[in-house]
């Protein structure tokens, strides 16, 4: 019980936050207590400043461009570590393709804060013209995040026992046949649960996003940072972005939960 | 022609030699038994037949064909693992069709493919079930059906039986011993057990250190056992083993040891080399000794039991002749219990010697 107030009071919080006028930000009642859409209407006509001319806000586009970015970074950068990550993984896993030096060494990725290396990255990226696009972003993602990709997945290929491929492949069956028809389907769960660990990863990824593509591919959590106006932050604003932006997390967490279980609870048949 | 025939097979692992030098031949319809301890080379050279492994030299012929460098997926050689590798997302049905639609096997004709094997193994009333839901029996049969669907060559089993408890292993034993005749294709069994072997092979290859110690009829390898680790290996209670020299008094020739004396002078000319002098062991099974309450045979020699194992039909007799431990298997004796005297005979005709140096059988 404790927990749990501990871990939703943040959320109930935004979601109260969301709906308050300026006025109210700073109070501490729970419930509004005049409440208003006019922060969620804000972040689609931003023309509009919350709260009147009081508060002047920088923002001047709405967050449907951010939202596409994010979809767009996040997703495709997901989809290109999980496929790259899997193939890696499976070969590590069955063929102990580069020894324990290469697995060991996808780590490194992982062994500095991101903080340390974003400034040299944004000079590399400068100078090869990736800042600010599509592809520098994704490429980053996809990098950053292939490590938990590889280590995730090998963990659950290695549950699968080799028998179930050799015995496939004494069936006839082509070793490109046994991943598609064997592997896969059983490491299924396993995959789609990596995917979505590796897709809220990104998705919520802020330094990278804020140094590299700052102004034409915005991602949400760099949107949420601009809701500043010449007198202080406009929470409502942000806490309605905020919340709009778990939307994309919980809808693929759902549509995706049955996957999820047997992703958590595999193991062998016996 | 054999089905097949393995030629010299050696297989390093690093620099571990699972198997040094192994060849051997398997007839049509031959079930071929390789039996050994963990760790002697016969799981690796089954592998090996299959194509999951490749030799580090030596050859692989099937049906007269070199397979060396055909892939696993076009030997057509069927392989039943230890512990199944059933496929737990797939049905029975699509389990034992699986090869079937590998091969693109028309709809109408997989059908009849799968039911008639699925009929012959006898899983025609759960082709529904999941994989992941099968008991153990019924995933014996199914990886069995699952090879034979395709018309393998051969059929290569590695210790079906070893996950299975006492009770059910003897049902499952006599049911694959049934499949194998029924199939009737050449098969390759590998198993530490003797006594599976023993019941299941025509012919049994012992494996030992990735060489092949002694390899022919299961009959031939209970009585000639070759060498001493053959004789330690099959039989169940094992071979008696008894320390002994020879010695020649006139034309008798007897085996001496501290507190026995077997007069083997009919067997004598039977003996291969020269051996006075020379220390040997004694062998013989617990069924080949044959005891009595009194003394009715002039060789017979007099033990001390020191414990009955009545086992069913037959006891088990542990016998202490002075300072030896003897086993002994004949028929219960009401009469005789812990410390009762008898007088037990060897059967002369089923003796075994053997060098102690070379542990090689010198009779």
Redesign the interface.
Known sequence: MVVLVWTLAPVAWMVSLSFKGPTEWYAPNVIPMTPTIDNYISLFIPTNPVGGSFFFTSITEPITKPLINSLIAAGLGTIFAVLIGFLAAYGVSRYRAGGTFVIFFTLLTRMLPGATFVAPLMVFYASIGFIDTYAGLIMLYTAVTLTYAIWLMKGFIDEI?P??E?????????PW?VLRK?TI??TKGGLVASALFIFILNWSEFLFALVISVTQVTTLPVQISKYVSAVGRMYGSMAALGLVATIPSLVLGYIIQKHLVTGFTFGR?? | MPKLEVKNLRKLFGTFEAVKDVSFQVEEKETLCLLGPSGCGKTTTLRIIAGLEAPTSGEVFVDGVRVNDIPPQKRQIGLVFQDYAIFPHLSVFENIAYGLRVRKTPGAQLKTKVHDAASLIGVDRILDVPGKKLGLSEMQRVAIGRSIVLDPKLLLLDEPLSNIDAKARERMRAELGRLQKEIGIATVYVTHDQLEALTLADRIAVMRNGLIEQIGTTGNIYDNARTLFVARFIGSPTMNLIDCELTRSGKQVILKSEDLVVDITELAEAITGKVEGRELILGIRPEDISLNIKKTNPRAIEAEVQLVEPIGAKSIYHLMIGRIAVLAKDYPMPDVNVGSRVWSTFNADKLHVFDKKTEEAIL
Do not use: C, F, K, M
Not at chain 1, 166 to 174: H, N, R, V
């Open positions: 026992p028998e179930w050799e015995a496939a492949l004494l069936e006839g069956a082509s046949t064997i389907p059983l048949v016996r």
